[in-house]
């Protein structure tokens, strides 16, 4: 089943959170506590710092997983491009930026535009997508 997409938003800021894509890094978490804080139910609380340092904070997500949209602002990450790139992170996922058709293991396909991170470990528990468990096994890239 589909994690839903997660909102979080005051009267200067969105915030969305896609789980099905986000690699757990946890960027987000190092950058500032009090915003994004894995132990509370909300854990992005967009009232907890300036909607400039937030939004930037997303635009630095690895994954894609993070957004902000400021109302009459433009995206702080921008547009993908028309095309494709394919990045292989050492010792992690496989990072993907542009727009795509991805053919998934059921045989489904998925429309996808922006970032999104694939597994490279095979432990994760949200195939095809990276959940962060290339850092519990102790993953490594072949040299």
């Not at 997409?5 to 950058?31: I, K, S, W």
């Not at 690895?62 to 292989?88: C, F, M, Q, T």
């Not at 470990?121 to 290339?134: E, L, V, Y």
Request: glycine share 8%.
């Amino acid at each position: 089943m589909a994690k839903p997409l997660q909102v979080f938003h005051t009267r200067d800021l969105v915030v969305t959170y896609d789980p099905e894509v986000c690699m757990n890094f946890g960027d987000c978490l190092r950058a500032n506590r009090a915003v994004f804080d894995r132990n509370r139910p909300e854990w992005i609380d967009p009232r907890a710092a300036d909607p400039d340092a937030i939004a930037a904070i997303a635009a630095r997500c690895p994954s894609g997983a993070l957004h902000a949209v400021r109302p009459n602002r433009p995206a702080e990450r921008p547009l993908p491009s028309p095309g494709v790139s394919i990045h292989a992170s050492p010792n992690g996922p496989i990072i993907v930026k542009g727009k795509v058709t991805l053919q998934l293991p059921t045989g489904g396909t998925e429309q996808r535009t922006g970032a999104f991170s694939l597994c490279r470990c095979g432990q994760t528990g949200n195939h095809p997508f990276c959940d962060g468990s290339h850092i519990r096994v102790g993953f490594r890239s072949p040299p």
